[in-house]
Structure formats: C-alpha cells, structure tokens
C-alpha cells in the first residue's frame, strides 16, 4: 500500500543528502512523535506504525493532514544570510573555567530573564556529549560546557517545555541550533506556538564543525589514554590545531587536517561560522579573551546584566574583525557545496518528470567554475 509521507522534504532534500544538521529540532516538534534518532543514522528516522484488520494489512498515514511543524523548524530548508549585528565586546570572566557562555546563564537567571537553560555537558566516564535542563547557577556552574562533540540537543526541548514546565528558556547552541530555533521562533505554524511561548533567548557560539564521537576513540587510541582522562577538547582555528588538556593538565595536539574525517556530514554544508541568528554570539579566534556579539535587544540585555552581575569584565569595547572576518569567509566558500547540491536535485527531479531541461545544461556548465 502506497503512503503519502509528510517527512518527504525532510528525507528529499535533507536526510538522503547529508544536508541534516542533527539538532533535533523535527523531533522534538513532530507532532505525531514519530520522528526519533538512532545511533549513527545521520538524521532522524520516521516510525512506521503497521496494522492487521482482518486479512488487509494496512500501512498507517501517521502524518495525515499535519501542519508540517518538522519542516517548519528545519534549518537545512531555508536560505540564511548574514544577520544582524548591535555591538561587539571583548570580555573575561572569573569563572574557574573561564566560560562565558555560563556567566551569561548565570546572570540571566539572577536577573529573572530566563528561569532555565537547554545546555551542553559531558559524561566523565565516557566524555560523550549529554544535554542538561538547567534551573539553578549551581547546576550551570558544575556544566563542563561544548566539548566540539555532538548531540542533537533540540531534541530535550519537550522535556524542557513539558516536564520542567519552563517559560522562559535560554537555548545554548552552534550555528545550526540557533538557526533552527530561529525558525522556530518566526514561524507561524500553530504546532509550534507552544515553543515560541516558551523560548527567551538563543546564545550562540562560533563554529566550524562539530565531531562524531569517533573523535574521542581517535584521542584515546592516539594518546594511549581512557575517555575519563580527557577534561576539555578546543579548537585553535588561528594554527588549525585540535587541543585536548587531560586531567594531569598535560595539554596534547592534533592537526586539523587529521581529524577533519571525523566531523559530521551535516557540518559540510553549513555556511555559517559566528551564529548570525543568536540574540547573542560567543566566541574565540585570536584575542586574550571571548569575543561576545550582540545581536537583538534581548542578546544586549543578556551582556548587561552579566556586566552589572560581574559575571564579565569588558577588556576592549572597539574590536578589530580581520580574523573574524577570515573565518566567517572561509566558512561561506561552503556555499559551493550548496549550489551542487542544488545542481543535483534539479537532475533528479527532472529524471524523475522525465523531463529535458535546458536550465539543469546551464546549472551542469556553472559547475566549472
């Protein structure tokens, strides 16, 4: 029995072409709750709900006239430019482990501007990558933050929402997370207005890919260490080197090139490096300390209240972007991947129709390029 899928774009023009981010936002916002992720799918997978009714088998249309809230909430089906930007701001912090993401969690709760967090941690045993709810500065303090290691984080937003019973929640993410909760929260999809209600504030930190657990076996069998001896992994994109500081503060290094195999698919296809649709971005590329960029009001409000808690210290108000600006140009030069990935699903669909198009001739010879 044919079904019609309502997951067809999702699986069309993400899933089946390594477009998928993995953040999780369809599954947490599939309205039927059949979208779920399996290990080392690449993408979510969709449920199949069979029945036997008498003799007939009977293949179940569980998305049958749904408002596509997986759609809505992807990143991978729109266009993104570059986004806007209010002030840029070098900061420290006295946090022990020098976080800033953390110290602007912190004083947004103080402040009541969010009342919990969606955040990035890690398992000690394994150092494989966990979400946490956050309510309280104790639970965020003893968060060990983005570790470059990936977890489709959107997919808590439920438990979020629904068991924390949180109004007001920070959502903590690269790029790709931010985009789609961006998407979520200017979409007017009535399936999605119980996100938008509940969704404060995106922070954002700069990216340039994030890496399969493959990269944790790669650092212990290299190093000749277990999982539980690795405290942090950083990327110093300046001299293209991984950093892993273990737990005797030792401080090993690999070559980006090397571990280049390790990251995700997805990230291939993803043009933006300095989360250009967050409230608030955060990152480090060449300067003592994080640069921070304000983007809406709510990000601005965010910076100023970790300044009044002094949870931040400003070190320089007026920064130079030229290694800022190299890294958000060498992340666009993706966008060719973009168009041939355009170039290929206008073939396919024109095989498919059994069509001859002349514009897919002129799309095939742009290629050259």
């Not at 984080?153 to 068991?163: G, H, P, Q, T």
């Not at 990000?299 to 920064?319: F, H, I, S």
Request: net charge positive.
């Amino acid at each position: 029995m044919e079904v019609r899928e309502m997951v067809e774009k999702l699986k069309k023009y993400v899933w089946f072409v390594d477009r998928c981010s993995e953040c999780g936002a369809c599954v947490s916002t599939c309205a039927k709750n059949i979208l779920k992720f399996t290990n080392g799918s690449g993408h979510p997978i969709q449920e199949t709900i069979e029945k036997n009714i008498g003799l007939t088998h009977i293949i179940a249309d569980t998305c049958f006239f749904c408002e596509k809230p997986c759609e809505d909430s992807c990143p991978r089906l729109k266009d993104w430019d570059l986004g806007p930007t209010i002030q840029k701001t070098l900061v420290t912090t006295e946090l022990p482990d020098g976080n800033v993401v953390n110290a602007l969690i912190v004083s947004s709760l103080r402040r009541k501007l969010i009342d919990g967090a969606i955040l990035w941690d890690i398992d000690s045993d394994s150092f494989r990558p966990v979400p946490r709810i956050v309510v309280d500065e104790e639970y965020v303090l003893k968060s060990r933050g983005y570790q470059h290691l990936w977890y489709p984080i959107l997919a808590v937003l439920n438990d979020a929402i629904y068991k924390e019973r949180l109004k007001k929640i920070a959502v903590v993410g690269p790029p790709c997370v931010v985009q789609a909760v961006r998407s979520i929260l200017t979409s007017t999809n009535s399936k999605l207005k119980m996100y938008r209600d509940s969704i404060r504030l995106i922070i954002g930190f700069f990216c340039d890919g994030a890496y399969t657990q493959q990269l944790v076996d790669e650092i212990v069998d290299r190093f000749d260490v277990k999982p539980y001896e690795i405290n942090t992994i950083s990327v110093d994109l300046r001299n293209k080197l991984m950093r892993i500081v273990l737990q005797n503060v030792l401080v090993k290094g690999i070559k980006m090139s090397e571990v280049r195999k390790y990251m995700k698919k997805g990230c291939a296809h993803c043009t933006d490096f300095a989360a250009e649709w967050a409230d608030i971005s955060t990152g480090k590329i060449d300067f003592e300390g994080t640069l921070v960029i304000t983007r809406t009001p709510v990000g601005q409000k965010c910076l100023e209240y970790a300044l009044m808690e002094k949870m931040l210290r400003v070190l320089q108000v007026t920064v130079g972007m030229d290694e800022l600006q190299k890294l958000i140009l060498d992340k666009e030069r993706r966008k060719r991947v973009q168009e041939i990935d355009s170039t290929l699903s206008s073939i396919l669909n024109s095989l498919a129709a059994r069509e001859y198009n002349e514009e897919i001739v002129k799309m095939l010879k742009s290629l050259r390029r």
